[in-house]
């Protein structure tokens, strides 16, 4: 992908919409990991385990970008960003113990922020990786761009999200677009089928979004109307 291209940008887009919409939960488990500790150790813990959090993701989403590029990888990292985009949706967040536990230390903090980072962070990851298409520029401005925002921005993000419910739409429908494409051009014999028919392959693209966004629509109804 040529830098600075009309791709490039568009990806780029994806990446920070990506970013936007997954980094809340990374947030939380900082914010949550960080609290029973003294005021004056809680912003260090919070830096500290950012930095390594980023860490973690950067050598996790490396990894991905390089295994992406191994024959029918691109269609299981796909088809796994699918369900990515449709829970994203469906969950309805869970309750507080699924941020894991409160740190009473300084490394017991980082330790929780770290670990839960890299266990909550695959979804960045793959979303980050299918968007950037080999692009390891796109990476690392993608990783770059998530650390103000899991360190700064979750607030203001999760105010963002109560307020305007349809963000998370976009942010699905975003994983569900970058989700097709990882499918659509996987190499083994997929790529090539559907280089020679851009309609077919548009309209399975579209067929993709439609469906991740129409079914976590009917879950979200589903659950509002059985807990009403």
Do not use: C
Not at 40 to 47: E, F, G, H, P, S
């Amino acid at each position: 992908m040529e830098f600075m291209s009309v791709p490039w940008w568009s990806a780029l887009a994806a990446i920070i919409v990506i970013d936007l919409v997954l980094a809340g939960d990374n947030a939380i488990v900082i914010a949550l990991a960080a609290r029973s500790l003294p005021k004056n150790l809680q912003r260090k813990a919070i830096i500290w385990g950012t930095v390594g959090a980023i860490a973690v993701r950067t050598a996790m989403t490396l990894v991905v970008v390089w295994l992406l590029n191994i024959p029918g990888l691109m269609l299981a990292g796909g088809l796994g960003l699918v369900w990515i985009a449709y829970k994203l949706l469906a969950d309805d967040g869970g309750g507080d113990d699924a941020h894991g536990p409160v740190a009473s230390t300084f490394w017991g903090a980082m330790k929780t922020i770290v670990v839960a980072d890299a266990l909550m962070g695959i979804d960045n990851v793959l979303g980050v990786a299918g968007a950037a298409h080999g692009s390891f520029d796109l990476v690392v401005i993608g990783l770059l761009i998530s650390i103000p925002i899991v360190v700064f921005g979750s607030a203001l993000v999760l105010k963002l999200v109560d307020r305007f419910p349809a963000i998370v739409y976009l942010g699905a429908g975003v994983l569900a677009l970058t989700a097709a494409k990882m499918i659509l051009n996987e190499p083994w014999q997929i790529k090539a089928y559907f280089a020679a028919q851009p309609v077919l392959y548009w309209a399975v693209a579209a067929a993709v979004v439609l469906g991740v966004l129409g079914l976590g629509y009917l879950k979200r109804r589903r659950a509002v109307a059985v807990a009403a």
